[in-house]
Protein backbone atom coordinates (compact mmCIF):
# COMPACT_ATOMS: atom_id res chain seq x y z
CA UNK A 1 0.00 0.00 0.00
CA UNK A 2 1.47 3.55 -0.90
CA UNK A 3 2.53 5.21 2.08
CA UNK A 4 2.45 8.94 2.18
CA UNK A 5 4.64 10.57 4.64
CA UNK A 6 4.27 14.23 5.23
CA UNK A 7 7.14 16.53 6.99
CA UNK A 8 8.47 19.88 8.16
CA UNK A 9 5.66 21.26 10.95
CA UNK A 10 6.65 22.77 14.11
CA UNK A 11 5.97 25.84 16.02
CA UNK A 12 6.32 29.49 14.53
CA UNK A 13 5.55 33.29 15.21
CA UNK A 14 2.82 34.49 13.29
CA UNK A 15 4.70 35.87 10.28
CA UNK A 16 7.28 33.17 10.13
CA UNK A 17 7.90 30.84 7.51
CA UNK A 18 7.67 26.80 6.82
CA UNK A 19 8.25 24.32 4.41
CA UNK A 20 6.30 21.32 4.65
CA UNK A 21 7.44 18.16 2.58
CA UNK A 22 5.69 15.11 1.37
CA UNK A 23 7.17 11.90 -0.51
CA UNK A 24 4.77 9.34 -1.72
CA UNK A 25 6.22 6.01 -1.02
CA UNK A 26 5.90 4.34 -3.89
CA UNK A 27 7.99 2.36 -6.71
CA UNK A 28 6.36 4.01 -9.92
CA UNK A 29 6.38 7.89 -10.56
CA UNK A 30 3.35 9.44 -9.14
CA UNK A 31 2.06 11.66 -11.98
CA UNK A 32 -1.24 12.14 -9.96
CA UNK A 33 -2.03 15.72 -9.38
CA UNK A 34 -1.47 16.12 -5.40
CA UNK A 35 -2.56 18.67 -3.12
CA UNK A 36 -2.11 19.94 0.30
CA UNK A 37 -5.04 19.54 3.12
CA UNK A 38 -5.40 21.12 6.29
CA UNK A 39 -7.76 20.25 9.16
CA UNK A 40 -8.09 22.59 12.06
CA UNK A 41 -9.25 21.89 15.43
CA UNK A 42 -13.11 20.91 15.51
CA UNK A 43 -13.69 21.30 11.50
CA UNK A 44 -13.55 18.85 8.39
CA UNK A 45 -10.42 18.41 6.23
CA UNK A 46 -9.73 21.20 3.90
CA UNK A 47 -8.18 21.27 0.36
CA UNK A 48 -5.69 24.63 0.11
CA UNK A 49 -3.66 23.72 -3.10
CA UNK A 50 -2.76 21.43 -5.54
CA UNK A 51 0.09 21.03 -8.33
CA UNK A 52 -0.32 18.70 -11.77
CA UNK A 53 1.68 16.50 -13.20
CA UNK A 54 3.96 19.08 -15.02
CA UNK A 55 3.88 21.43 -11.99
CA UNK A 56 0.66 24.10 -12.44
CA UNK A 57 -0.30 25.17 -9.16
CA UNK A 58 -3.70 26.32 -7.64
CA UNK A 59 -4.31 28.05 -4.51
CA UNK A 60 -6.99 28.25 -1.89
CA UNK A 61 -7.85 32.21 -2.03
CA UNK A 62 -7.26 31.75 2.02
CA UNK A 63 -3.93 31.09 1.31
CA UNK A 64 -2.69 32.94 -2.06
CA UNK A 65 -0.22 35.13 -1.78
CA UNK A 66 1.12 33.37 1.32
CA UNK A 67 1.73 29.96 0.44
CA UNK A 68 3.37 28.36 -2.92
CA UNK A 69 2.93 24.34 -3.82
CA UNK A 70 5.59 22.56 -5.74
CA UNK A 71 6.54 19.50 -7.10
CA UNK A 72 9.39 17.16 -7.73
CA UNK A 73 8.32 14.24 -9.77
CA UNK A 74 12.12 12.16 -9.71
CA UNK A 75 11.68 12.49 -6.01
CA UNK A 76 7.80 11.70 -5.86
CA UNK A 77 7.79 14.17 -3.27
CA UNK A 78 5.34 17.44 -3.43
CA UNK A 79 6.37 20.51 -1.25
CA UNK A 80 4.25 23.23 0.38
CA UNK A 81 6.23 26.92 1.01
CA UNK A 82 4.40 28.61 3.77
CA UNK A 83 5.25 32.43 4.52
CA UNK A 84 3.73 34.80 6.38
CA UNK A 85 1.99 32.09 8.32
CA UNK A 86 -0.96 33.46 10.72
CA UNK A 87 -2.19 32.13 14.04
CA UNK A 88 -5.94 30.56 11.86
CA UNK A 89 -3.18 28.84 9.77
CA UNK A 90 -2.44 26.25 12.72
CA UNK A 91 -3.58 22.64 11.46
CA UNK A 92 -2.64 19.52 11.27
CA UNK A 93 -1.69 19.49 7.25
CA UNK A 94 -2.12 16.32 5.09
CA UNK A 95 -0.93 15.92 1.49
CA UNK A 96 -2.89 13.09 -1.10
CA UNK A 97 -3.77 12.81 -4.38
CA UNK A 98 -6.76 15.52 -5.81
CA UNK A 99 -9.25 12.52 -5.22
CA UNK A 100 -7.64 11.33 -2.16
CA UNK A 101 -6.78 8.15 -3.59
CA UNK A 102 -4.06 7.38 -1.32
CA UNK A 103 -4.12 6.64 2.23
CA UNK A 104 -4.15 9.48 4.28
CA UNK A 105 -0.47 9.71 6.43
CA UNK A 106 -0.37 11.13 9.92
CA UNK A 107 -0.11 14.65 9.01
CA UNK A 108 2.25 17.24 10.19
CA UNK A 109 1.16 19.64 13.08
CA UNK A 110 1.66 23.25 12.03
CA UNK A 111 1.49 25.76 14.98
CA UNK A 112 1.57 29.68 14.66
CA UNK A 113 1.20 31.30 17.76
CA UNK A 114 0.55 35.12 17.97
Known amino acids: QVQLVESGGGSVQAGGSLRLSCVVA????????MAWYRQMPGQEREQIAS???????EVADSVKGRFTIARDNDKNAVYLQMDNLKPEDTAVYFC????????WGQGTQVTVAS
Open 51 to 57: VNWDGHP
Open 26 to 33: EVRPNLRT
Open 96 to 103: NSLSGVYK
